[in-house]
């Protein structure tokens, strides 16, 4: 291969010899010092040597070299940017103002379009909704939530296209007493979301979170659903009467009721703060509030006469929640927690018509269209990525969707091919479902699964950590006493002071035989709510109907193991 050289001989330091050899487009530059003011060639640039006055092979490579009668003054070629320039991708008239992806820019008018027929679709592709329907929206105040409402309220008009059938309420939840907020700032934020419902004409309802600890243990049982749903060919059947009832006048709709927040008592934002509080770590606060706050959801649609509840979760907080609850233990509950439907309170379904949307659409729209909202701070405002699992996983996501915008629709349409391997939450008995979170049970697992093998390995650690504090302190060795019943000798304390006659002869009370005293909750519920349990220092603190359901649980349990060999199998 032929192989051009070209050389010179350097005087300083006596040195001669080859400084450049050149094979076709490689450049190699050998050991050797550089007179001050010669050029060398290297890259295509030309540099001084007296600014590198040596060069060593150990230390460069072998570098492409450009031709020497090349011509560098042709015109750069400017890259094509996305830019708001653009014409419409779909009109191909009006001007993009919106760049949703890469590609997908649309113009004002149908940007609007297009994030209409999302929502409507969503809703008549499950075909969950029937016509009259009493559907309760759950509005936080947030963005989301916020443009739902408006999708509702825009449905509703009479200039729509396909106009929505449901009879729809707002619910507002107020959580600040659990944040801490001061009583001023809680009467700020209700008086500006109350003049947003109030501009839509809807009913709306204004519920402090406080009332969640005067709940009937009613709101933890799951009642049959409405018959008429599984049946074939119900919802056009519903769609036909609606319509002939339309065209007669004859169609009812809601009184604009409207239900102000009440002030609540000091004492009772307390003793929620103290509930709130007893959890060690805000990712067990999180998950506590949340139950809390659907179960509050749940009963104020029973009180109202409401079947559907309205959430207002977004593509991208599902694929959020969707690697949180992997990270909490409820792969189980996937399904139920991410999916369009959530059918595990019976009567009352909750669904998700948002969906499909992600944060940046929603943001877009409240912001060309004037979609007004109102920021309510939560227990994880102004807290660090690291302060809980919840946050955590916000920010990982939320940061790699920046580097990777395919990031939540791929874990997103990952939710979607997800199925529980448990028993439906549906089509469960009340007393295989967990307390808090209302999903069928996950722990009836067999012996050689991960499940048991974590049992195990707690169950050994507390073993080992007991004979640590045994040795250390002996008094911890101690069988505790029983705690001695409150009632007095000859009354009986279920019975409101009657003798039920087993006080008088020693026997104990009557409610005794029912359950015990201490309430073990561990066997009522799943894997994820257990976790949550054990960072909460005290179980006293729980609402009054949670406590209750679970004494009447572990009563009926109780009874069904002393009858059990007289009760015939399901095969029989």
């Known amino acids: 291969m032929a192989r051009d050289t070209v050389s010179h001989s350097c005087n300083i330091n006596n040195v001669s010899g080859v400084i450049i050899q050149r094979r076709r487009s490689a450049t190699r530059v050998c050991r050797c010092s550089v007179e001050p003011g010669r050029l060398l060639k290297t890259t295509g640039l030309l540099k001084s040597a007296q600014r590198t006055r040596s060069f060593s092979c150990s230390s460069l490579a072998v570098i492409p070299m450009c031709q020497v009668e090349e011509d560098y003054h042709e015109p750069l070629q400017r890259a094509d940017v996305p830019s708001v320039s653009k014409k419409c991708v779909k009109c191909k008239e009006g001007t ?12 004002g008018v149908c940007f609007k379009e297009y994030f209409i027929h999302k929502f409507r679709a969503m809703l008549g592709k499950n075909r969950v909704i029937f016509p009259g329907e009493k559907v309760l929206l759950a509005v936080s105040g947030g963005p989301s939530s916020c443009s739902m409402l408006s999708q509702v309220q825009e449905g509703l008009s009479q200039n729509a296209h396909k106009r929505l059938r449901f009879l729809p309420g707002i619910v507002f939840i107020d959580e600040g007493g659990a944040v801490g907020q001061a009583v001023e700032d809680r009467r700020r934020m209700a008086a500006e979301l109350q003049a947003v419902f109030r501009a839509t004409g809807l009913p709306f309802i204004m519920v402090p979170l406080e009332q969640v600890l005067d709940l009937p243990s009613s709101a933890l049982t799951a009642a049959a659903p409405s018959p008429r749903e599984p049946a074939a060919g119900a919802y056009k059947a519903a769609v036909n009467d609606f319509v002939r009832s339309d065209a007669a006048g004859c169609r009812t709709s809601l009184e ?121 701070p939560s227990l994880e405002t102004k807290t660090t990525d690291k302060s809980s699992i919840q946050r955590l996983t916000e920010s990982f996501v939320t ?23 448990c028993r439906s939450s549906s089509k469960a008995d009340v007393c295989d479902r967990c307390l808090l979170c209302m999903c069928a049970l996950d722990t009836a697992a067999e012996n050689a699964s991960a499940f048991k093998a974590t ?24 069988v505790p006493m029983e705690k001695e019943s409150t009632a007095a000798i000859g009354t009986c304390c279920s019975s409101g002071g009657e003798d039920c006659g087993k006080a008088a002869r020693g026997e104990g009370c009557c ?62």
């Open 256 to 376: 604009p009721q409207q239900t102000a927040l009440a002030d609540v008592p000091a004492s009772r934002t307390h003793l929620l703060q103290q509930l709130i509080g007893s959890a060690q770590t805000l990712t067990a606060r999180e998950d506590l509030l949340s139950t809390l706050r659907q179960h509050l959801l749940v009963h104020t649609a029973r009180t109202e006469g409401y079947s559907k509840v309205m959430l207002g979760d977004n593509c991208t907080r599902l694929a959020i929640k969707l690697l949180t609850s992997i990270s909490l233990g409820r792969g189980a509950q996937l399904a139920q927690d991410t999916g369009f439907s959530d059918s595990r309170y019976g009567d009352v379904l909750l669904v998700r018509p948002m969906r499909d949307y992600s944060a940046k659409e929603i943001a877009y729209y409240n912001r060309l269209f004037s979609v007004p909202s109102v920021f309510i």
């Open 511 to 572: 409610s005794s035989a029912k359950g015990p005293e201490s309430t073990d909750l561990r066997s009522l519920l799943c894997y994820s709510c257990q976790l949550t349990l054990r960072d909460m220092s005290s179980v006293e603190r729980l609402p009054h109907y949670i406590l209750s359901e679970a004494q009447r649980r572990q009563r009926r349990s109780h009874m069904r193991e002393e009858i059990g060999e007289f009760l015939l199998d399901a095969g029989d």
């Open 399 to 421: 940061k790699l969707q920046a580097d990777f915008p395919s990031t939540v629709s791929t874990i997103y349409r990952t939710s979607e091919k997800l199925q529980t391997a």
């Open 96 to 107: 993009a103002a919106v760049v949703i992806r890469a590609g997908d820019a649309f113009c």
């Open 455 to 478: 049992l195990i390995s707690e169950q050994l650690s507390q073993a080992k950590s007991a004979r640590a504090r045994s040795v250390v302190n002996p008094s911890h060795n101690q």
